[in-house]
């Protein structure tokens, strides 16, 4: 717990905290950690051309039957066609999911028909499916290949067919704060799930924040008081300081944050702890 915030605030950064989604990636040796996040707690699946859409669906499937809600990634730009799409949606009725988190895609060229996540979410408007909540990206810093007005176009395109939108990565409240206010003040009204970073070693952080393309909110992280020697001495980055001075500001409610997404980077036992340590203890799976 965080010394010196006011009770209300703490209360909020703990329900944050308590609620928040974990996500990972479906590398070899996922499926083992599994057991170490608690079953209340939903997990997201991330989607590469690296890896492809299967291995996101088996890792779906490895974490249904561990017992957790899952929210799979979907990457438009991988999507090859509408028999396709939903072969995928197929998959995931089979396995009771509910909740599809959609995204454009890093790949360089679409392996198909859809080469954004508002073409995709607009195809799925128009066929049969269970789910019920889709989610859509956010840049409160912008996006290094995408120019801010046409992020915000998708945006507005995306909300009629979308119920929650995930930011990316971002350590400048300000910068959060303001893109916030001026998306609330602009008419989008999709409820937010903070993307942020689950605790982690500073030198990591800043290597994997640069690699995922948030290098400009690293570099706030730099001009902070300290931070060289905090990167000298190994320590480790506390989403939570974050956290407190977002809960700490003015008409908080007015911001439309309904929840965490934690980038575990499957670092799952300090991410793990991290939630349990702040927003309070949940059960985990046994064998």
Known sequence: ??????????????????????????????????????????????????????????????AVRAGHRVVPHLAARQVTDEAELRRVV???????????????????????????AAELIEALAAID????????????EGHPKIADDVLF?????????????????CFDVDTLVGWLRRTRAAGIELPLRLGLAAPMNLRKLMELSVRIGVGSSVRYLTKQHGFVGNLVRGSSYRPE???????????????GIEGLHLFSFNQIP???????RIGGPAPVRTA
């Open 153 to 169: 176009d998708a945006l507005r395109r995306k909300q009629p067919h979308a119920h929650y939108m995930v930011s990316q990565l």
């Open 270 to 276: 300090a991410t793990v702890d991290w939630q349990q």
């Open 1 to 62: 717990m965080s010394n010196g915030e006011p009770d209300d605030v703490r209360g909020v950064v703990a329900a944050l905290a308590a609620s928040a989604n974990v996500e990972i990636i479906p590398l070899r040796g996922v499926d083992q950690k599994l057991p170490g996040i608690p079953v209340d707690t939903t997990v997201t699946v991330t989607c590469s051309p690296k890896f492809g859409l299967d291995r996101t669906l088996d890792c779906t499937e490895s």
């Open 241 to 255: 300081e974050l956290l407190y001075q977002i809960g700490a500001q003015p008409a908080f409610g007015e911001l």
């Open 129 to 140: 499916h269970g789910l019920e909540r889709i989610g859509v990206a956010c840049y409160p």
């Open 90 to 116: 197929g998959r995931l009725d089979t396995l009771g999911v509910k909740d599809l988190y959609v995204i454009g895609g890093d790949a360089a060229t679409p392996a198909g028909q859809y080469a954004s």
